[in-house]
């Protein structure tokens, strides 16, 4: 093999490493953002065409990402998840983690999920003389 084609096979293998490489980039970059898509809740889940009302008392909190979650007992005992801001914005709007307490009565209103009957996206949150807009 002249020196020539030994160029020209070590450009081929170079060019298959640099493809091979983009190829894996790309495929961990769409693992990833698929993961973190599939754990966020789609807005289109929500009727924004019906509000709902509630006050209750919370019953279990999840401050967290994507969204802080909290679960809320009605006087009527049905117990709804509120799917809440996410923690960075409850914190900017001045709802930080220890604002939200196991037994604390709130007033929300939001938007009810389109198939799951105990599910709502607040929209605002009251807690005692506080009220939250979270969008």
Do not use: C
């Not at 698929?34 to 924004?48: C, K, L, M, R, V």
Request: net charge positive; aromatic share 6%.
């Amino acid at each position: 093999m002249d020196n020539q084609q030994q160029v020209n096979k070590a450009m081929v293998k170079k060019g298959f490493m640099h493809a091979a490489l983009t190829a894996a980039t790309i495929a961990t970059f769409l693992a990833s953002a698929t993961e973190n898509a599939s754990a966020h809740h789609g807005w289109s889940e929500y009727n924004n065409e019906q509000t709902l009302n509630l006050s209750g008392e919370i019953q279990n909190i999840s401050y967290g990402n994507p969204h802080t979650t909290i679960e809320v007992k009605t006087d009527d005992n049905k117990v709804w998840q509120a799917v809440l801001a996410p923690p960075a914005r409850l914190q900017r709007r001045g709802l930080p983690q220890s604002a939200l307490q196991v037994g604390q009565q709130v007033r929300l209103v939001g938007y009810p999920h389109r198939t799951d009957v105990n599910e709502m996206r607040a929209e605002r949150i009251t807690i005692g003389k506080q009220t939250v807009e979270l969008r």
